[in-house]
């Protein structure tokens, strides 16, 4: 069981430049999202989605896009990457949308921007 | 709107001594509140939740938290800290719609020995 796999885990864009954040997990858990985390900031959620062609917006979600054709993956994608995009990407799973449900998180995504 | 404040950017401590990280919410209905901790260069993991009716919950790596409802706080405890709890702890919020979380910014418990 590999849980969250993320990649890759560090990127330098230039400004201007897309790409696609990858995120797969092996655990059958309907609910995904990506979060930003950001110095004295906390965790921003961007986008999730409670299911396969399901998604919807976070608290922060200007600038980037997601898709769910699978319940294994959930791609973020960045479509023109501006410096204050540089963070660092989680994704999360958890096995369903109730409140209960703790999140596994992957290890990140250490994206810059110049 | 939920939200969770951890009032501390920073708890020292010394190792072999009690320690707690504090955390306080906001939620309009029952609040399902979660502890998480985060290693460097390492993604967050789950520490312990928060059940209706228990007051103190046990967790992981001999950590508990104790819900005060009349206070809204669900602060971290551990009798005694090991200088390998040094990491960043969040607290979290999960709503009943959407399943959406709302996090803290984070504490950094920093153990010395």
């Known amino acids: 069981n590999a849980g969250v796999t993320q990649t890759p885990k560090f990127q330098v864009l230039k400004t201007g430049q897309s790409m696609t954040l990858q995120c797969a997990q092996d655990m059958n858990h309907e609910y995904m999202s990506w979060y930003r985390q950001d110095p004295g900031m906390g965790l921003r959620l961007i986008h999730y989605s409670v299911g396969a062609g399901i998604t919807d917006q976070g608290e922060v979600p200007n600038g980037y896009n997601v898709s769910r054709s699978t319940t294994e993956d959930f791609p973020l994608r960045l479509l023109s990457a501006a410096p204050s995009q540089t963070s660092v990407y989680f994704c999360a799973s958890s096995y369903s949308r109730r409140e209960n449900q703790p999140q596994h998180f992957g290890d990140g995504t250490r994206l810059s921007i110049l | 709107a939920q939200s969770v404040a951890q009032p501390e950017d920073q708890v020292n401590v010394a190792e072999g001594n009690p320690l707690t990280v504090k955390c306080t919410y906001s939620?309009?209905?029952?609040?399902?509140l979660f502890w998480y901790v985060q290693y460097p260069n390492r993604g967050l993991q789950f520490l312990l939740k928060y059940i209706t009716g228990d007051n103190l919950v046990k967790g992981s790596y001999g950590f508990e938290a104790e819900f005060n409802k009349s206070q809204t706080s669900f602060h971290l405890k551990k009798p005694s800290a090991l200088v390998s709890d040094s990491a960043l702890y969040f607290c979290a919020v999960r709503d009943g719609n959407a399943g959406k979380s709302t996090f803290g910014d984070g504490t950094t418990l920093t153990v010395k020995p």
């Open positions: 939620v309009s209905g029952n609040p399902y």
